[in-house]
Every structure is written in structure tokens, then in C-alpha cells.
């Protein structure tokens, strides 16, 4: 077992956390794919976002899953501190949550926005 995680394995560790915490409440997303991608890639066909993105919701088509993505860069520029990240990617999986499923954030977590 590794003394020290790199950053990637960390962050894989902070969504695997937030993933888990959300399906304990949400159990339909058990058939979700979750993952976590270095950067946003362009979509053929779809507009380019205002902004960076920091995570996306790919709907099931057939034979696919549901794929809810975060994007680790953008997400590390934005949130300097282990604390800071670790709820910027929980926030960040509240609201592709809520897309996927029809919600607002507020019904996914309750304490969306407080943390």
C-alpha cells in the first residue's frame, strides 16, 4: 500500500466518497457510471459552454449507462485546499445528480450549498 496518494488517486478518492455518500440516499443511481475525466473535451454537435465546466451529465442511450463526469483540472484551479475540493466535487455531483434526475440540488442533499 503507498505511504502517499498523487493528487489523481486523491481526487479519484473524493468523488469515489461523494459517489457513495449520494447512492446511500439515492439508490437508482446504482446504475449510473461515475467518472472522472482530466479536462472537458468538445462535444460534436453541442455548443461550446460559457465557462469551464466542471463536471457533466451524459444521459443512458442504448445499451449505455447513465454517465455522470467530473473534470479534475478545472475543479484543483478552483479549490486550493483538500477541504475546499473535496466539497467543490461534492457540490459538483449534487448538481449533475439533480440534472439527471429532474431535482433541484436542494432535494438531492439538503445541505447542498451549505458546506
Given at each position: 500500500m503507498p505511504i502517499s496518494l498523487t493528487r489523481s488517486e486523491l481526487f479519484d478518492d473524493y468523488v469515489r466518497e461523494s459517489m457513495e455518500r449520494l447512492m446511500r440516499r439515492w439508490p437508482q443511481l446504482e446504475d449510473v457510471e461515475f467518472a472522472v475525466l482530466e479536462v472537458p473535451l468538445p462535444v460534436k454537435g453541442e455548443p461550446e459552454p460559457d465557462g469551464v465546466p466542471l463536471g457533466r451529465v451524459i444521459p443512458a442511450a442504448k445499451?449505455?449507462?447513465?454517465?455522470?463526469?467530473?473534470?479534475?483540472?478545472?475543479?484543483?484551479?478552483?479549490?486550493?485546499?483538500?477541504?475546499?475540493?473535496?466539497?467543490?466535487?461534492?457540490?459538483?455531483?449534487?448538481?449533475?445528480?439533480?440534472?439527471?434526475?429532474?431535482?433541484?440540488?436542494?432535494?438531492?442533499?439538503?445541505?447542498?450549498?451549505?458546506?
Open positions: 445499451g449505455r449507462r447513465s454517465r455522470i463526469l467530473v473534470y479534475r483540472r478545472p475543479v484543483e484551479i478552483r479549490a486550493k485546499s483538500k477541504e475546499d475540493r473535496a466539497a467543490l466535487v461534492h457540490e459538483i455531483l449534487i448538481e449533475q445528480v439533480a440534472e439527471l434526475l429532474g431535482l433541484s440540488p436542494d432535494a438531492i442533499d439538503p445541505r447542498y450549498g451549505e458546506e
